[in-house]
């Protein structure tokens, strides 16, 4: 449609269904597009496979990494690759000093190598904009697992979810919408404000242990240790617990275990659930970000 | 808790973990309740265990069938039974004249038995109250399909939901609350009314194959032929229907096929997903109807 | 725009803002519309101004009363008329029997003239599709009022929806909607029931007794004494009534005013607080009534 | 009940209803309680009326003044009040360095002199905690306004909600769950992405001119001029503008005049509209507050 990338080479690497969804988009925007660790029959025409991680970021202005990045090894999440894909200190040295790395979140070596070799790294994952979108599919993927882990409804239920940021606010408005009777467990007075004019009941993280004794369905978006050995011990015994916060969680599973107390860690729903939907996102924010610092260069070069 | 069952001679025949939940809150009541077809294991302590349908109709003041009834060739609906449970002539004729049978729904034969022999036949699938209660869990496992089944959000999508009594009502209501935009095809000008007063947009039933060529999700309620091979050809291609409507719905599921539409036929939901909350509504409204119906036969006896 | 009403005679008799609404309608659809009981400058360029309620009808094919129809002495609600307009037995024996009079609702004089002068008379108030519609305004307006007349708001107040018919069910789902805790009191189960499903609160009438002492708000839709001298002698002394039911609305409010309650009866809300809208709904409805009726009588002419 | 406040001296300088309900609050808790402003038969018994501004400063542990504060001529906004009260330097200089001055906005003379005298002054209106809980009354006042001023229903209505800040949030919610369908203008994408997540139409600050166009109702929250003259000529020409931004707002009123705009300017809407409630919310709050700033003193002294 439009021509907005037009030459701009671009390396996408690795990443799952969202990734093809972004590719698609970034080939009608007129960017050159080559992808790692996909096969040929999955990408759009349009873009070219490349073989390598190596090759991929030669020349490349733009290298998208998955959301979810890469383990502390290195290896990039790619579902379509038969073999691991590695980013290494090697590879990275060759990215051009103008260029510009797009991860949902970065581990600290990557960071570190951007400030070390001088290249821009744009994490992406904890942006207002991509995380309030994101927040849609968890909120539905985390119900989802309720509906399928329980035997009762939704509607008449008693749901705590501990958190209210991005996440947690639009889980307490879709439980509530669905006739579920919300608890919301957060810090501070304005969360709890705001959770009061949304018609949900509300309490202090300390009062946890009180808090869950009634609770059918908790919902755990804090990603530190929250629901503690001593927090369960006080819960409801036919509790479900849904942690949505990024590994390792906020739940002691093993306490959790032991009590007998099903628990469910959640990561990453957005790219299981509804990877069209969450792919849509990508292709919606990533566009926008590109032009903006390639802009920046250019601004750096007229005036250098 | 109670006692307002005292002494009042029950069977419950056959059915799933619904009826579980009944029995404990007969027993509960203070009635005598024998239970055919569940392992001894599962029932509640204080009811007792009979082997044959004859012998539990014997004497029995109330008999209770499942709410899917039995089959046509009269095979009792027992998950939990080890050999089929056979609803005949020949026991139905040593049922009490007084006697009350409880069922979801009857088949015509036994409607026919009712007559004959004089018993008293409630069919209760379709009592508002019943039909209300139990909308819930088919909505919320309706809306757990669509979840599992698709790669997009609730959020977002646009659904159509065809038939607007009991069921579409709720289902309309829980679509619009998660995000939807939701068209209601349904027949009279009070129930489009309704549903532009819930914020729904609307059109007559005559109107699916233009209303249906945008839509991601459509749920029929109506049980008789409504998505019919002329319907469906106008349908968005990636289309997800789910059937609501009672056996053999209302879609014409081999031309679904043909033209490579998913259709599911989803019947019966509330036992599936909610078997818990299934059975507190059976627990809720059948006590009512006993002591409503028994004292019926007292004030005839007295004025008799 | 179109000319569906082409050479129609309608004669309108009366009425408010939203007759205002209707006759520009029905010039615009091609009838010939005669209007008695307004200015000149108020009506649509192409309606005409007739000065008796004698001339009007004589010759009309059609005659539109207002909603609220007339008084009991004959007397046609008409707020831009200078003097009463009556609608007496004479006027009405001119009406040719193939005539067709709308209204809202008649009183027991016009009913029994329609037998005997066997003209068709149509009430249009208790027909789903307007009163549906009407059940908006009427909602809004009231909550317009508990706004005025309360010092605290609706968010977080408990309020009592009393019937659940239609203006029932839209008066809950908005009280709900904007924070409140609404208790529903209603006869049916399966109202109850849906009251349930929709998250309020519910009880049997016989419980308003118990149920009003907590009650800031309480909203009477049942057209018969319903609030009665025992039930308030039991309520929250700081209530407010507001009783939306037709004239003489179903509250005792010489016992409210002895116990010091505040009360409001406030039937015909469309009208009052949002006339274009109830216009608008009129001029939706009553074209396809004519259209409907006028083919009927073709109809008998062709088999006559 | 408690008297956690048992013994401190505190000063209630001018006000209106809220002060009442807040009075009787802190009197409960065992607070000695002077005011000035009011006559005494308003306030709770238990605490006394003081004559002057400056016999209630001297010796006052905590001074609190009205939410709106004063204008910039010192005069306490005093609704009760016979004559002017008026916050000088001289009264300010004999209070005490260790006092604590609580007000809802604070003018640049009151914020110099608590920089000069020392003393702690506290700023309330800007809380979360206070701004989101008064979002409540806020969004109400503004659609009983609409209400008021509009002969349509809020259901089926265009409205646009400019600024997604504290009240932006709770109003944009209120309306939708109303029925409206609901455009938010503001600045971030994060608010952007949140309004879609709450089912509203979005759109950046600068494309106002093209939203308005279609608006029944628009309600500005954003505190500079926004309303321009060139937005305003774009605007529906029925449109209804109501602004809550502090004095002057953010509209233009001299163009909406000028255009034939109905606009108004409705700031101060809880302690207008729900007088109770919003002292309620001071009740709630400002105990905790003392509470916390007299230990810190405490512990300055303890550690001193």
């Given at each position: 449609m439009s021509?907005?990338?037009?030459?701009?080479?671009?390396?996408?690497?690795?990443?799952?269904?969202?990734?093809?969804?972004?590719?698609?988009?970034?080939?009608?925007?007129?960017?050159?597009?080559?992808v790692v660790g996909f096969p040929r029959d999955k990408i759009a025409h349009g873009a070219f496979v490349i073989n390598t991680v190596e090759e991929g970021c030669k020349d490349a202005e733009v290298v998208i990494?998955?959301?979810?990045?890469?383990?502390?090894?290195?290896?990039?999440r790619a579902v379509y690759a038969n073999d691991n894909l590695y980013l290494t200190e090697q590879t990275i040295r060759q990215i051009s000093s103008?260029?510009?790395?797009?991860?949902g979140s970065a581990r600290p070596f990557l960071k570190k190598w951007s400030e070390e070799y001088n290249f821009t790294l744009l994490e992406i994952a904890e942006m207002d904009e991509i995380a309030i979108l994101?927040?849609?599919?968890?909120?539905?993927?985390?119900?989802?697992?309720?509906?399928?882990?329980?035997?009762?409804?939704?509607?008449?239920?008693?749901?705590?979810?501990?958190?209210?940021?991005?996440?947690?606010?639009?889980?307490a408005r879709t439980l509530k919408s669905l006739g579920s009777n919300v608890t919301v467990a957060a810090r501070s007075p304005g969360q709890l404000a705001r959770a009061f004019e949304m018609g949900c009941k509300h309490g202090q993280l300390h009062q946890l242990p009180e808090?869950?004794?009634q609770i059918d369905f908790v919902y755990n978006t804090i990603p530190s240790m929250t629901l503690t050995k001593e927090v369960l011990t006080h819960?409801?015994?036919?509790?479900?617990?849904?942690?949505?916060?990024t590994q390792p969680g906020g739940t002691d599973f093993e306490a959790a275990n032991q009590l007998g107390l099903k628990?469910?860690?959640a990561p990453g729903l957005p790219g299981k659930v509804a990877p069209v939907y969450a792919g849509k996102i990508l292709a919606q924010v990533?566009?926008?970000?590109?032009?903006?610092?390639?802009?920046?260069?250019?601004?750096?070069?007229?005036?250098?």
């Open positions: 021509s907005v990338l037009s030459g701009v080479k671009i390396a996408v690497l690795g990443g799952d269904d969202r990734e093809l969804v972004l590719i698609t988009e970034l080939v009608k925007m007129g960017a050159t597009v080559g990494l998955p959301m979810p990045g890469t383990n502390s090894e290195g290896v990039i103008e260029a510009v790395i797009i991860i994101n927040s849609i599919p968890t909120a539905e993927g985390a119900i989802q697992i309720a509906m399928e882990e329980s035997r009762i409804t939704i509607h008449g239920s008693n749901s705590c979810v501990i958190g209210f940021g991005r996440v947690g606010i639009t889980l808090l869950l004794s819960a409801n015994p036919d509790i479900l617990i849904i942690d949505l916060a628990a469910i860690l990533i566009p926008g970000l590109i032009i903006n610092e390639l802009s920046k260069s250019d601004r750096s070069m007229l005036f250098g």
